[in-house]
């Protein structure tokens, strides 16, 4: 892609129009902005601007536009795909100061926010009020709503509630062009044209920039209860899922966590567990609701299934602390693995059914490539985190082999009737696996929406999309 450099007089441009203190170009600044939480990838913007209003984010897309610099939206930098990443250089448009909630309609149960608030302080604010959003990803602490928007995110409540889909109403957004938009109504049906809503949602930056964010809340439930089931075999474990469901009962939450993540955390967090030397993984299965009575009904139900898959013993948290220590291991499991080697961490969901299949096709492709696995996650609706480690292999394996053997992990999951990301979705990292599950006529209308929304194609470029084949 051919974009213009930021030459003096764009940059005097920019801060004319946004506010010469909130246009940084010193090298930390640039440095900072350079990276996420995506393996080791750095790429270093020209300019980084931090506005404050959808009128400043206005007139610097339309300067931008006008100039064909590049711009690339970034919100909390807990990102796995890649997608805040400014490979072409250009602007890094971060929102961290888009942090306000502007408004909690109790009488409609919906919120507005602005999207750089923090996800977890949206979480418990609301909480206040006697009020759930349920949309709570493992790195709510420093995630912003924004970025969840911006990827479908979900975490370990989707299996009950669903993603973070089910809860977007409206939201403004700045298009590539500079004009602010609502895209829809704060109302919760909608059948008035094309829902350009759910659109934005997931686009990962590339459509448009999200200012405000309408969602909808839920009255919290006042009781929960968390109980850990321990398995000899991942398999067990995995088969175990769907034969849950089954039963006639919806957990909350319902977590699957491999022995390997399990041990690392411990050390890392210093987490108390009992980890006993026959568990080759967790199943943590957590249900909510206001009446204790129908909540132990639901545990005994699944008590009766996991014995049924061979669990070995099924801990009930017995306290506040020691519940939100079991949540904290789990939560905690990406960094732990992070911690302890190089690796590479791959969003794979499929039918929950599906999950067995899929962990023993993870581990039979490590084999066959050299890598070893450390596998968990979101296992209620299918969703598996996937850390591919190092150990063994040679770095020229690990920098020319090891796609192939990500190449076939998805594969896999497409022929399990899965897709490529669950949450984190496609960004730079996996946007070459998208031929995998999408053909290209599929691709062709995701280009031509993309050309519809930014014609110069300055936001977010280089993302989602791989390369059309060559004629």
Request: net charge negative; aromatic share 8%; charged share 25%.
């Amino acid at each position: 892609m051919n974009f213009a450099k930021i030459t003096s007089e764009i940059l005097e441009e920019i801060k004319s129009a946004i506010g010469e203190e909130k246009v940084f170009t010193d090298a930390e600044s640039l440095d900072n902005y350079s990276h996420d939480e995506t393996e080791d990838l750095r790429f270093q913007p020209e300019v980084v601007v931090k506005p404050t209003t959808p009128e400043e984010i206005s007139a610097l897309l339309k300067i931008c536009n006008q100039y064909n610099v590049p711009v690339t939206p970034r919100g909390g930098g807990t990102g796995l795909s890649g997608a805040a990443l400014p490979i072409y250089g250009g602007v890094s448009l971060s929102m961290e100061k888009f942090k306000a909630i502007l408004d909690i309609d109790t009488e409609n149960l919906q919120a507005t926010v602005e999207p750089g608030v923090i996800t977890e302080v949206f979480i418990d604010t609301v909480a206040e009020k006697g009020l759930l959003y349920p949309v709570d990803p493992s790195s709510k602490g420093s995630c912003f709503i924004g970025g969840n928007v911006a990827h479908g995110s979900g975490g370990p409540r989707v299996v009950k509630y669903g993603t973070i889909r089910e809860y977007i109403l409206n939201l403004e957004v700045v298009l590539p062009n500079g004009d602010i938009i609502w895209t829809g109504a704060n109302t919760l049906k909608y059948a008035s044209g094309y829902n350009l809503t759910q659109l934005m949602i997931g686009s990962e930056g590339t459509l448009g920039v999200v200012t405000k964010i309408v969602t909808k809340l839920l009255p919290k439930p006042t009781q929960s209860v968390l109980m850990m089931g321990s398995f000899a075999t991942n398999e067990d474990a995995c088969a175990a899922v769907s034969a849950i469901f089954r039963a006639g009962v919806t957990p909350s939450a319902l977590e699957f966590m491999e022995r390997k993540g399990v041990e690392w955390v411990i050390k890392f967090d210093d987490i108390k567990f009992d980890l006993k030397d026959n568990v080759a993984a967790l199943l943590m299965i957590e249900f909510d609701g206001d009446d204790l009575d129908d909540i132990f009904k639901n545990c005994e139900k699944t008590n009766i299934v996991l014995e049924e898959h061979n669990c070995s013993e099924v801990l009930f948290a017995d306290s506040a602390q020691q519940k939100e220590e079991l949540w904290r291991m789990r939560r905690t499991m990406a960094e732990s693995v992070k911690s302890n080697s190089v690796y590479k961490e791959e969003d794979t969901v499929v039918p929950r059914a599906a999950l067995p299949k899929l962990i023993n096709g993870i581990k039979e492709i490590g084999a066959k490539y050299g890598f070893e696995s450390v596998c968990y996650g979101h296992a209620g609706d299918g969703n598996l985190h996937v850390n591919i480690i190092k150990a063994g292999m040679s770095d020229e394996d690990w920098k020319n082999k090891l796609k192939f053997g990500i190449k076939e992990i998805f594969e896999l999951t497409t022929a399990l009737g899965g897709t490529l990301s669950g949450e984190h979705g496609i960004g730079l990292v996996q946007k070459e696996y998208m031929p995998i599950k999408y053909s290209e006529i599929h691709l062709n209308l995701m280009r031509g929406i993309k050309q519809v929304f930014d014609p110069n194609g300055i936001l977010n470029p280089g993302k989602i999309m791989p390369n059309p084949p060559t004629p």
